[in-house]
């Protein structure tokens, strides 16, 4: 098992140690988790989807050498699937085993069925007992806005006393807190009281100097000019009114689409050919295609010949 790291002691440690996992921050970024991991309180990202929100817990749990405990949500979650539910085939076993054995105390019975080694850990609960590593593990409670709102409640709990009560047994609490990272692409608002709980960071688009930067972790290989124009072209579509602009991982899929298609520069065929990649909805696809996408690229080329120029 990886030996731990030990937590950043600033927020420029906190920001080195991001780009340790080829993540690329921002201050405001690297200030949240900072503090986040400094004061013990679950880290809350919001954003629209791939701007890169599940990727910090995963870099996170790479870099500081932690178990990487991912609960994903969605609509009709419950506690048997996210926290634990009994071994109900092991318990049947017990209650034969007993009736064999003949002198079976009931009540005795009952409470070793319903005891800690008859549960079974779902993501919460291995969580908050440790993974079963050496140091707290990072929970991930990725797109919390798909889940219903009795399970966004049931969540308190575990934020704020880092427990799950087990009406059989009990309060079950963390001897030491995992780092928690939630995620929610706002598909619906969270409550004020799970929000309360947490720090906040809102994780938007980055700006086209950090996106290059991404590109040069995520496409090492990519030619210059090719990543260039695709930030460009990105950024430029980012300001149109699409139903669902591109992430970064969209910017970062098309990056290696076009290098599979031995792509060094954009053209308006390549561009035009290549769109599903870039975008997800056919509405988007329709009205970028032909003259206006031809329209931006010119743009990109226009900007980018002149800030070589300058």
């Not at 440690?13 to 986040?36: H, I, K, P, R």
């Not at 954003?47 to 994903?72: H, N, S």
Request: glycine residues 8%; charged residues 25%.
């Amino acid at each position: 098992m990886q030996t731990g790291r030990a937590l950043p002691r600033s927020v420029a440690e906190t920001g080195e140690l991001l780009e340790a996992g080829d993540y690329v921050s921002d201050t405001a970024l690297a200030t949240a988790v900072f503090l986040s991991l400094k004061l013990g309180r679950p880290l809350f990202l919001e954003g629209e989807a791939g701007t890169g929100k599940t990727e910090i817990a995963k870099v996170l749990a790479a870099v500081l050498g932690r178990r990487l405990i991912r609960l994903q949500c969605y609509e009709g979650l419950d506690v048997a699937s996210a926290v634990y539910e009994w071994n109900y085939a092991r318990q049947m076993i017990e209650i034969r085993l007993a009736e064999a054995s003949g002198g079976a105390d009931r009540e005795s019975l009952g409470r070793d069925l319903f005891g800690p080694d008859f549960l079974i850990e779902r993501p919460l609960l291995q969580a908050l007992r440790g993974g079963g590593g050496d140091e707290p593990p990072v929970l991930l409670i990725d797109e919390l806005d798909r889940t219903d709102e009795p399970f966004e409640a049931y969540l308190l709990e575990v934020l704020s006393d880092f427990q799950v009560t087990v009406p059989e047994i009990g309060p079950i609490r963390a001897a030491v807190p995992p780092a928690v990272v939630i995620t929610s692409n706002r598909t619906r608002e969270i409550h004020d009281a799970l929000k309360r709980r947490c720090f906040y960071h809102w994780v938007g688009y980055p700006d086209a100097r950090r996106e290059l930067d991404i590109l040069a972790r995520k496409a090492p290989t990519a030619p210059d000019d090719l990543s260039r124009q695709v930030v460009g072209y990105v950024q430029k579509v980012r300001e149109l009114d699409l139903f669902k602009l591109p992430g970064i991982a969209e910017t970062i899929d098309w990056v290696h689409a076009l290098m599979q298609l031995d792509a060094v520069a954009l053209d308006p065929a390549m561009v035009n050919d290549t769109l599903g990649v870039l975008l997800k909805y056919q509405d988007d696809i329709a009205r970028l295609q032909g003259s206006e996408a031809e329209r931006i690229l010119n743009e990109v080329r226009v900007e980018l010949a002149a800030a070589g120029a300058a």
